[in-house]
């Protein structure tokens, strides 16, 4: 997984991280409705993490995206973390659908998959989310030292052409 982390410096991603941080890659599309959805609930999640030092980021994907499009979308949303347009990290992290994140540490994924259960499937959303799968890894890393219990939980989403 040293590629993982050379390609996150190299995209700009973790060049100020420091050994041993967090790194929170969230994969998006600024077409898909669920990622306008859920973008929301990072900016959420950002703000609860910010004393924690761990380091969000955000991946573009899409085959007809342009940097106006995704510099427009982080306008809109107003996120508080850097944006920048992929064409390759989502293939490295083996990312399939938008939205989805990725926890890593240093040159290991510690945790992959959907933010929350919001989206039972595409254009089904639960009244009430249940499992905030996101947050939960990042307690479980930051605040009890636990082990993850589940690395990865499937994301429901618009899916990243290759």
Known sequence: MRTVFCILIGFGLAAT??????NVVYFLSPTCPICKFYTIEMKSIVKD?????????????????TDSAVVAFQSE????????RDDSLHRVLNATVTPEVFVLRD??????????DSY????????????????????????TGAPIFNTHVPAIGCIIEK
Do not use: M, T, W
Request: contains cysteine.
């Open 107 to 116: 040159d290991v994924v510690l945790y992959h998959g959907r933010i929350d």
């Open 49 to 65: 993490y910010a004393d924690y030092g761990v380091v969000f980021s955000a991946c573009a994907v899409g085959p007809l995206l």
């Open 17 to 22: 991280q420091a050994v041993g941080q967090l």
């Open 120 to 143: 039972v499937r595409v254009g089904k959303r639960r009244a009430h989310v249940k499992n905030k799968e996101l947050r939960h890894a990042l307690d479980s890393v930051l605040k």
């Open 77 to 84: 949303y107003q996120l508080p973390f850097q944006v920048q």
